[in-house]
């Protein structure tokens, strides 16, 4: 299903199609080409508890995190920036337990997106990939944005974990 921008409309189409089938469905934003919504996605590993949510601030990276997170298992969903991270969430349904931030933006506009995730995700974790010596306070972890590694754990705790009490969970190198 291809948006426009109509998304109220297209949302409600999709929810429409999704209740008539068992397969994914999706919308795509017409100009952008982005999946700016999905329903009746498949669940990756039946042990992970909840699902991902990745805010990119570039295409390209966005899509290299998205393939390196669909090797492992996971089915994240993702978009580019705060602004079509606020649409999508606002009309979604789903249940998110952690949330990635991609490096690519000012500390301020990350910090604007955590404190905007906290104020309507109450228990979710927020996993922030950072450049060399960059580190958001705010997030739950902080992981380098170069070893996906190191962050891949940090999804794998988060999710493992749920809504328990986690541990301090930042890289400290």
Not at 142 to 161: D, G, T
């Amino acid at each position: 299903m291809r948006v426009g921008r109509r998304f109220g409309e297209a949302y409600r189409a999709l929810e429409v199609q999704a209740k008539r089938t068992r397969n994914e469905c999706l919308a795509v934003c017409a100009a952008t080409q982005q999946v700016v919504a999905q329903r009746n996605t498949p669940t990756a590993v039946p042990h992970h508890r909840g699902r991902l949510f990745q805010v990119a601030y570039t295409r390209v990276l966005g899509f290299r995190r998205a393939e390196e997170l669909l090797r492992h298992g996971f089915r994240p969903v993702t978009v580019v920036g705060n602004e079509q991270a606020r649409r999508v969430l606002s009309v979604s349904s789903e249940r998110y337990l952690l949330f990635i931030l991609g490096h690519n933006a000012l500390a301020a506009t990350r910090e604007e997106m955590v404190n905007w995730i906290r104020s309507r995700y109450a228990g979710a974790r927020i996993l922030a990939l950072n450049g060399p010596h960059e580190r958001l306070v705010s997030a739950d972890f902080n992981a380098p944005v170069n070893e996906p590694h190191i962050w891949m754990q940090q999804v794998r705790l988060a999710l493992a974990q749920g809504n328990d009490t986690l541990g301090d969970g930042n890289y400290g190198g």
